[in-house]
């Protein structure tokens, strides 16, 4: 069982994003931080026989939180969820968020993995993608972060951006190679609805080419695999043993449990989203305990196909099992994937093509 907190804050909203966030605005960050462990108490209520394994805070900008309300916030996990019967505690953090003290903080509460989120070191990519820091404020974080020890830090990365070159990307990947970090997440950029770049993408501002999808998707593959990071997940690379445990607990469909404004959890198949409004779900919160707003039961065919979906995007592939009815003789032919003891993998060359594989198996 997996735990995920998510803290909407941000500085600045960036415009490729479709996560629920906001600024911090009026919000009593007090009241915010009591709410998540009220929920977490009633959740843990509710499921007395739940045993956590990783607790991941994501949002927004957890990093964001003042080192008041992020001891407070983790403290009073580690009260309900010993930390030490953990195998993974990560948190997402932004370059422009904190400085050594807090970062500090960070490795004595117990915090095991940060995931910084960097997306490029071109400095015009930086602008065009809305970050609110610099390649240099950037890779100060990264020392900072290994300064205060923590025990393992992931980069996220981003490519198809606005305007990138082959050759930005490559230098954005050879600058990350350089801090040798534990471990490298890298993102195919996407146009979701309700967000700026969307708005620019169906104005025909932006465009989304496959062909360039893929050129810089191999580029990444062929870089960071020379370099000795393994290639475990579609978008993930790592270091031997530096792995993302809490993520890889999604891909092979365990329960987890779903906290904050927003977030999502699913236990025994049944999936629930919280309010997705920070105002309401703190209220929601001190009269019910709880902000649960839709739900929905997963069936053997949902599950079958979200099984499918997710476990071909990792390297361990998915048993064929969850092929049901569908024939992959065809992707096969074309060297797109490979079947052997029950299991179905995509080939190299299928990788890039993951998500029109599952659609075509769908």
């Given amino acids: 069982m997996h735990l995920y907190l998510h803290i909407p804050f941000c500085h600045e909203i960036c415009p490729y994003c479709s996560f629920y966030k906001h600024k911090p605005g009026k919000t009593a960050q007090g009241e915010f931080i009591n709410a998540l462990l009220t929920e977490l108490d009633w959740q843990l209520q509710q499921h007395p026989q739940l045993q956590i394994s990783t607790i991941y805070l994501g949002g927004g900008t957890p990093s964001l939180l003042s080192s008041t309300h992020l001891s407070t916030l983790l403290k009073g996990l580690n009260a309900r969820i010993p930390f030490s019967q953990c195998t993974e505690i990560t948190m997402e953090a932004n370059p422009s968020t904190f400085k050594l003290p807090k970062a500090q903080l960070m490795t004595q509460l117990g915090v095991t993995r940060v995931s910084l989120g960097v997306q490029s070191f071109d400095p015009q990519q930086l602008t065009v993608l809305g970050r609110d820091h610099s390649a240099e404020g950037a890779i100060e974080s990264y020392h900072i972060l290994r300064e205060a020890q923590l025990p393992s830090v992931n980069l996220d990365l981003m490519f198809s951006t606005p305007g990138q070159t082959t050759e930005s990307w490559r230098k954005t990947l050879q600058q990350a190679l350089d801090l040798r970090p534990d471990h490298l997440s890298c993102y195919n950029l996407t146009y979701e609805e309700d967000t700026a770049y969307f708005k620019k993408f169906l104005s025909g501002d932006y465009t989304d080419l496959p062909e360039t999808n893929e050129e810089l998707y191999y580029l990444a593959e062929n870089t960071l695999t020379g370099a000795g990071y393994e290639h475990y997940e ?90 049901g009815e569908s024939d992959p003789s065809a992707l ?12 179905i993998k995509t080939t190299i060359k299928g990788a890039s093509l993951v998500d029109s594989i599952v659609e075509y198996l769908a």
């Fill in 234 to 323: 579609t978008s993930n690379y790592a270091l031997p043993g530096c792995q993302s445990v809490h993520n890889q607990g999604y891909w092979s469909g365990n329960d987890y449990l779903g906290i904050g404004p927003s977030a999502v959890g699913c236990i025994n198949q049944r999936r629930y989203q919280n309010l997705a409004d920070t105002a309401g779900y703190i209220q929601r919160i001190q009269s019910l305990g709880h902000a649960l707003d839709t739900h929905e039961e997963l069936d053997a065919e949902a599950w079958r196909l979200e099984r499918l979906a997710l476990e071909l995007r990792t390297q361990r592939g998915c048993s064929t099992d969850y092929l």
């Fill in 332 to 343: 096969i032919e074309h060297g797109l994937l490979t079947v052997s003891d029950q299991r």
